[in-house]
């Protein structure tokens, strides 16, 4: 009975301990920042596949990793053991931080597959029963690699210790998978490091007695050599692992990058950050982003106005210019004057005259219009519009918000002139207007 109970214990503590590694996450902060740049790293190990697929080292290789970088001044998002949707919560709330950083590495120890010349990732308790099922189920790279690329980090790079067998493929009743991982190409500022060649696998560390994957044993090493750039680093990390597997594994990398990185600079050298090269783009009247990048804003504005578009012109060091709608017809083709009352009134020495107008703007501009009443005399006392002869105006000026409305009213005196032929034809005419466009 004494032994019933001490192996239920033991099965307890285990399966405990499994609970403890499944969707585990851990933000470490940097040890130390020797670069002085803006670091953040998320690394990724899954082990716990389960049915003869579980990987040995992956978890020690993550660990490893996540110290390391943390000493190179990058906080570290650890994920050990993660399903697909608990690996996606995780990768966007890391999306979200790395935005404008100078670097940002996706460092990943498990699983991996090429299917159709995409690679996946696969998270533990992913079902794969065929080939269509890794789109579904796992994680693309390509997605990784365009969530890094929108958030305009300066130097991206992606570490894939994943270049092993594919461990599903026997239940596949037609596969379209190869060995290991497909080339990649990568994006502007992206460095991409495989753990073996396109279609070879990586070799298991305990073969070679071990704590780690051949791949990142090394790397863990001479990513920490003071004065090495990123390409001296991948570059010995490959020698070492070719060297100890006899050529069985041959470590890949893709780059895109143009200048020198350090992970960690020599003394007293900091590598300067190198300014990103600005640009200009737009985004319309409809709340759309142009795809174009632009020299300057006048150019840009230039585009927009060509296009009959306008609405908001960015930069990517913070500027923003409005680019008003450029009308199409003179403003005063949107302005209307209604009457809606009068009156005359008579004094000692003429008529006072009230006059009251709606103006109205039917446009979405903003409309300066001058309303003017002309005051004057008929010629023979002829009351017809032609025989008017204009002395002044009595004008009022109202500021039109778009598709608004102004009421305005005049009341004003006009005296009588002691002439033969004005004494008793004085009046005013027709209400005119002139408008134009308020900037």
């Known amino acids: 009975m004494r032994n019933l109970i001490f192996i239920c214990l033991c099965m307890l503590m285990a399966l405990g301990a499994i609970a403890q590694t499944r969707n585990f996450r851990v933000v470490k902060v940097p040890a130390e920042n020797p670069s002085g740049q803006k670091r953040k790293a998320v690394v990724i190990g899954m082990s716990d596949y389960d049915k003869g697929r579980n990987l040995d080292n992956t978890l020690n290789d993550a660990n490893d990793m996540a110290e390391v970088l943390t000493r190179l001044g990058f906080e570290v998002t650890l994920l050990k053991n993660n399903d697909l949707r608990t690996l996606l919560t995780n990768l966007t709330e890391w999306y979200n931080t790395i935005a404008d950083n100078d670097m940002a590495v996706f460092y990943y120890a498990g699983h991996g597959i090429e299917v159709n010349g995409q690679n996946y990732l696969i998270p533990v308790g992913a079902s794969l029963n065929s080939a269509t099922d890794a789109q579904f189920n796992t994680l693309n790279v390509n997605q990784v690699l365009g969530n890094m690329d929108e958030k305009k980090v300066r130097m991206k790079l992606l570490i894939l210790d994943a270049c092993r067998d594919n461990p599903f493929s026997r239940s596949w009743t037609r596969s379209s998978s190869s060995p290991g991982l497909a080339t990649m190409s990568a994006p502007k500022g992206t460095y991409i490091a495989f753990a073996a060649l396109p279609g070879s696998t990586a070799q298991d560390g ?231 466009y308020v900037r």
């Not at 759309?288 to 930069?315: H, P, V």
């Not at 009352?341 to 703007?361: K, L, Q």
């Not at 005049?410 to 008793?424: A, G, H, Q, T, Y």
Request: proline share 6%; charged share 25%.
């Open 206 to 436: 305990g073969n070679y007695n071990l704590p780690n994957g051949v791949f990142t044993y090394y790397l863990k090493q001479e990513i920490v050599k003071p004065g090495l750039t990123i390409d001296q680093v991948f570059n010995n990390v490959t020698n070492d692992v070719a060297t100890l597997t006899n050529d069985l594994q041959t470590p890949f990398k893709n780059s895109s990058i143009r200048s020198d990185f350090y992970f960690l600079p020599k003394k007293n050298e900091v590598p300067p950050v190198v300014p990103e090269k600005k640009y200009y783009y737009y985004v319309d009247q409809r709340g759309n982003k142009g795809t174009q990048q632009f020299a300057s804003s006048s150019e840009a504005e230039i585009y927009m106005k060509r296009n009959l578009l306008y609405g908001k012109i960015y930069s990517n060091m913070g500027e923003v210019f409005v680019v008003e709608e450029t009308p199409n017809k003179p403003a005063v083709d949107y302005i209307t004057v209604t009457q809606t009352d009068y009156g005359n009134r008579s004094t000692r020495n003429g008529h006072i005259y009230i006059r009251e107008y709606i103006v109205r703007n039917s446009s979405h501009f903003k409309i300066q219009t001058n309303v003017r009443l002309p005051y004057g005399y008929y010629r023979d006392c002829n009351s017809d519009p032609e025989n008017f002869v204009e002395d002044a105006y009595w004008g009022k000026v109202v500021i039109l918000q778009p598709g608004g409305s102004v009421t305005i009213k005049f009341e004003e005196e006009l005296k009588s002139i002691n002439s033969p032929d004005r004494s008793k034809c004085s009046g005013i005419s027709t209400v005119r207007y002139v408008s134009s």
